[in-house]
């Protein structure tokens, strides 16, 4: 009995002293986009539920409450804001600094936030939010922990005024939660313009009270949708036919856009809702065709590319229904600026529609591209008469650019120059630093999203103002926005993954000055955003951080090559099989390997894996050096393996069908052959309907030994590579031939629909 009590006196005390004691977690001052200027402190100001804070007014009171209530749910508690009293967290007015500028001092005893506008108290938030440990980004109860803040002196700034993220929401519907959830990791980067691409010809999102067949009609398409990652076969889906019925889509009504203004306004960000016209507009079109012209689609797309699409600039009644349904929209969205689209406008039906025609010869316009800018034009006088600002992507320069536009220049910079020297405004967004749907690493190691590449070091190199303009004319860009386009992105997950860490990249160089970023610098920062992604159960990227194995021929042995674009990491490698450790093989330099084999690679850093691991297999084959045969044979016997590209030079083209000769100096016995095939559809590249394989002793007289047939897939269209393997029983052969069946016709429905002959594309020829 004395033990018994003794044992519950014990418990009592642990239990009494684990509820009073406190730890402390501190942060970093990892800070992205990176401040103008900081200083580290000595020690850290701790943040409990006796903290008080100090603000002069309601509305200060509103941007601290709607900050510090998400320590409610990691701490039980959050801290006392006061209006006017004596605070250990105090916000100052400060007419003198800039618009969206702020200082932020955290000693030990006291934190003090200075701002001309509550924008800059907001970002002060966001960069004292970043200096909390990782655990608090967690969303779990946390009820003993103190929150450590580093001991600081900030004085920031944005280099730019805009900051912006674009979300397409036509090709694939994200619901207003999602937005949300979008709107707030803008947010906590700095991020100031949320660019809501609502209509394209895959889906209208958006309720138009004067046109309910918008969402009655031009909301929903058949549904082809996958989340798989290794299929892109987004621009060869089927149209839909007759009778079918389209389930996929969706749309915001317009009390969920209003609250989603409300909620974007709260956090300092501005929407510009985009409505693609005079192209890009087949879902506006299948809903109301009496403003399309002859030849149009009657249904909202499935996938892209779409021609029959465009508005018809001929028609007044087009401008009727523009103006009414603009109008609308911009009443939900009560900010300067109204995006229309404007960019990749097949105009091959205007060519045809008496209206266009008739247009044409009554305006006195030259072709159909002045016709275009005629069309821009009237739609800007609509947006301009409600005191508004129209932007279009840069095509809206072909025929004459509008008297007021502002240019959002994607294909390249050389929209945006042309544009600033003519004086207009411009935003800079190219696709070779802003896309960032686009692939980020190894197209063989990467998920298969995205048609192209945007590395994270490339993202982050960009320099908003371009050299060539002058100094007035660099005044004229207005900053910079990364664009997530959907058409891969089936899911939060992928759109996660595409974002995350590009985007730290493209706000940093919309707030950071580009004299002040610093690659190596950048990716320290970037674990710290990583472990905080990692509380959240965010899923994103780490292909900066993770091998790329490079190969070349060597005669007839392989040359691998190992990088990574972070700099500073150890590489260790294998190839046995097993996974790399720190007691693996350290990469110092190219390596050769003389037979098959896999190289799996890891990187380090401090000892610690980051990245993901990396692992190709290189084959090495009874063929490799082979040179005599057919035409070109040597390309197909070099050890050199194509990616997952359709530039990359080590496919072979064969434009009617592919035969193949592999001759040996000897009889050789063989049991296998395989080889890779690339599927483009877009370009016209398919897959072979079948591989046959035929063997011969004198070169004459050949013996059909197997094939493998891949008819029926080879008749899908998208992006991705396939390994045909054609096993028989062991033969001895002097002479190889591989007769490669291309698909022929290309189905008339097919991009390339009508071509007599599909191209085909395969690398080595793999012999065993």
């Not at 821009?376 to 932007?391: C, D, L, V, W, Y």
């Amino acid at each position: 009995m004395m033990k018994t009590s003794h044992y519950l006196y014990l418990c009592a005390f642990l239990i009494f002293m684990s509820c009073g004691q406190k730890e402390i977690k501190q942060g970093t001052t990892n800070i992205i986009p990176k401040p103008a200027e900081l200083t580290r402190g000595q020690g850290y100001f701790e943040i409990n539920k006796n903290t008080t804070v100090s603000v002069e007014d309601g509305v200060q009171a509103k941007t601290v409450n709607l900050f510090f209530k998400e320590f409610e749910a990691v701490s039980g508690w959050t801290p006392q804001v006061n209006v006017g009293a004596h605070g250990d967290i105090t916000f100052t007015t400060d007419s003198s600094m800039e618009e969206e500028a702020y200082t932020l001092d955290v000693t030990t005893t006291n934190i003090v936030i200075k701002a001309a506008s509550g924008a800059g108290f907001f970002y002060a938030l966001q960069t004292l939010k970043q200096m909390l440990p990782p655990s608090f980004y967690s969303g779990e109860l946390q009820a003993n922990v103190v929150w450590g803040v580093p001991a600081v002196n900030i004085k920031d700034k944005p280099a730019f005024g805009w900051r912006g993220y674009m979300l397409d929401v036509s090709r694939h519907f994200f619901d207003a939660e999602s937005v949300k959830n979008v709107i707030d990791f803008m947010a906590a980067q700095k991020l100031n313009r949320f660019h809501w691409h609502l209509a394209d010809d895959q889906g209208w999102r958006l309720e138009i009270k004067s046109y309910p067949k918008l969402t009655e009609i031009g909301a929903w398409r058949m549904d082809y949708n996958t989340t798989d990652e290794n299929i892109s076969f987004w621009f060869g889906r089927p149209k839909q036919k007759p009778g079918e019925k389209p389930t996929y889509g969706g749309f915001y009504t317009q009390e969920e856009v209003k609250d989603i203004v409300a909620y974007a306004r709260e956090r300092f960000i501005e929407i510009i809702p985009e409505i693609d016209m005079p192209g890009h507009a087949q879902a506006t079109i299948a809903a109301y065709p009496e403003i399309g012209c002859v030849n149009a689609e009657p249904y909202v797309a499935t996938g892209g590319v779409v021609k029959n699409n465009t508005y018809n600039p001929g028609k007044e009644e087009t401008f009727e229904f523009a103006e009414k349904m603009l109008n609308e929209v911009m009443d939900l969205f009560p900010y300067k600026y109204v995006h229309i689209g404007g960019d990749e406008c097949n105009k091959s039906q205007w060519g045809v529609d008496p209206d266009a025609q008739r247009r044409i010869k009554e305006e006195g316009l030259k072709d159909v591209y002045e016709l275009q800018s005629y069309f821009i034009k009237r739609i800007e006088k609509i947006i301009n008469a409600r005191g508004r600002a129209m932007i279009g992507w840069d095509e809206i320069l072909e025929g004459g650019l509008a008297p007021n536009a502002t240019v959002m220049s994607w294909r390249g910079e050389s929209g945006g120059i042309k544009s600033a020297k003519a004086g207009h405004e411009v935003i800079m967004t190219p696709n070779s630093y802003c896309y960032i749907d686009l692939k980020q690493g190894h197209d063989d190691l990467e998920p298969n999203l995205g048609y192209g590449r945007l590395l994270l070091s490339k993202s982050y190199s960009y320099q908003v103002i371009p050299k060539d303009l002058s100094e007035e004319e660099g005044k004229l860009i207005k900053g910079i926005q990364a664009n997530m386009w959907t058409e891969s992105i089936s899911d939060w997950s992928k759109l996660t993954y595409m974002t995350f860490p590009r985007l730290y990249a493209i706000s940093e160089s919309g707030w950071t000055a580009h004299e002040n970023k610093d690659w190596n610098d950048f990716t320290n920062r970037l674990e710290s955003q990583f472990k905080k992604l990692d509380a959240q159960k965010v899923r994103y990227a780490v292909s900066a951080f993770s091998p790329w194995i490079d190969h070349k021929s060597k005669g007839e042995a392989i040359e691998i090559t190992l990088k990574t674009e972070v700099n500073g990491l150890d590489i260790h490698y294998t190839l046995d099989g097993s996974e790399p450790t720190t007691a693996s093989a350290k990469y110092d330099g190219p390596f050769t390997v003389s037979e098959t084999k896999t190289v799996k690679a890891h990187a380090f850093k401090n000892g610690e894996k980051v990245g993901y691991l990396s692992a190709l297999e290189y084959p090495v084959h009874k063929a490799a050096g082979v040179t005599e045969g057919s035409l070109g044979v040597e390309r197909l016997t070099d050890l050199n393996y194509a990616s997952m590209n359709n530039g990359d030079s080590n496919w072979m083209q064969f434009n009617a069908g592919a035969e193949v000769d592999i001759e040996f100096d000897e009889l050789t016995e063989v049991k296998e052959v395989k080889l890779n095939a690339l599927r483009w559809t877009i370009s016209g590249v398919y897959f072979p309907e079948v591989v046959e394989v035929f063997g011969s002793k004198d070169g004459m007289t050949f013996t059909k030994l197997g094939e493998h047939d891949q008819t029926e897939e080879s008749h899908i269209q998208g992006r991705n590579k396939l390994k045909y393997t054609i096993t028989f029983n062991p033969t001895e052969i002097k002479v190889l031939r591989i007769k490669a069946k291309e698909v022929s016709p290309i189905p008339e429905w097919h991009h390339q629909g009508g071509r007599k002959h599909a191209v085909i594309k395969i690398d080595e020829i793999v012999v065993n």
